[in-house]
């Protein structure tokens, strides 16, 4: 049975302005379980880093049902940080057989 790890989301929540007013936020560490993460291949590279610019190193799968958002978060998993990056490739739910309906790029964070 395939099983995948667990990751910490740095879920942003909106808490204030700034003099400028704009848009300040907290992050609140959120745990998510299940997740696969496999190393992404010399073809995706490719297309990501033509497309956004940047490199991507893994993508993460996401549990079906899974509700936060992962755009522009950091995760963090194998003790490192990464920035979640592009848009998510996301299939039907129902048509799926196994536990993972989104995948999203990740690139090295700081």
Do not use: C
Not at 8 to 21: Q, R
Not at 55 to 61: E, F, S
Request: aromatic share 12%; charged share 25%; net charge negative.
């Amino acid at each position: 049975m395939i099983k995948g790890i667990t990751i910490t989301l740095y879920e942003k929540i909106k808490s204030g302005v700034d003099e400028f007013n704009h848009a300040v936020y907290t992050e609140t560490p959120v745990e998510i379980e299940n997740v696969l993460v496999t190393p992404v291949s010399a073809d995706d590279l490719v297309s990501l880093e033509s497309l956004y610019g940047k490199k991507a190193v893994y993508q993460i799968a996401i549990p079906k049902g899974d509700t936060h958002n992962f755009e522009d978060a950091v995760v963090e998993f194998f003790g490192e940080k990464w920035h979640v990056f592009g848009f998510p490739q996301t299939g039907i739910e129902e048509m799926i057989p196994l536990s993972w309906n989104t995948k999203w790029s990740v690139e090295r964070y700081g």
